[in-house]
């Protein structure tokens, strides 16, 4: 379903159904100061969004343990709890604060797999307003190479929509 997806929609269509996804979401949270609802919502509407999204959720810098993001809000089945900085996709977007796609997370050195499932990966960094990292996006597919860079362009964008 998911490789039937990618092989289907095409980019416009993609960008179109991101496009859509980005206002809903921003007319929801409309008003709505508080970080845990507004990550709850992002997940959420993202992952009904888009039928390669297999887990969907954010990991969180722990303010006890700078140097550590623990799961915040997602949707899927049971995630790890804590990575630190540098270690794996999410660790190293992190750590480098930029947005890391992996086509085969196999490949991925340092990859923590959470799920066999999870064949690929994108992980986008969420900056506030003051320039600080909250955490990462993480979404992860059962297809190979599932994202690419209008995945990355759309989530940089939405995140920056709501967390910036
Ligand atoms: N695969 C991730 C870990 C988080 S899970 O996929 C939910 C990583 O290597 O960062």
């Given at each position: 379903?998911?490789?039937?997806?990618?092989?289907?929609?095409?980019p416009d269509a993609k960008a179109a159904r991101y496009a859509a996804v980005a206002e809903e979401i921003a007319a929801v949270l409309e008003g709505e100061p508080n970080l845990t609802a507004r990550m709850a919502t992002?997940?959420?509407?993202?992952?009904a969004s888009f039928e390669h999204y297999f887990w969907t959720g954010f990991y969180l810098v722990d303010p006890g343990k700078p140097d550590e993001l623990v799961?915040?809000?997602y949707q899927?089945?049971?995630?790890?709890l804590r990575i630190a900085f540098g270690r794996?996709?999410?660790g190293t977007a992190a750590a480098t604060r930029t947005t890391q796609v992996v086509d085969d997370v196999g490949a991925f050195p340092g990859h923590i797999a959470?799920?066999?499932?999870?064949?690929?990966?994108?992980?986008?960094?969420v900056i506030d307003r003051a320039g600080a990292?909250?955490?990462v996006f993480d979404v992860?597919?059962?297809?190979?190479a599932a994202f690419d860079d209008l995945d990355a362009e759309w989530l940089e964008r939405i995140l920056k929509q709501v967390f910036g």
């Open positions: 379903m998911a490789e039937a997806f990618n092989e289907l929609v095409l992002v997940g959420s509407m993202l992952a799961v915040g809000p899927g089945a049971l995630g790890c794996g996709v999410c959470c799920d066999s499932r999870s064949a690929s990966e994108i992980v986008v960094p990292l909250i955490g992860d597919s059962e297809a190979p």
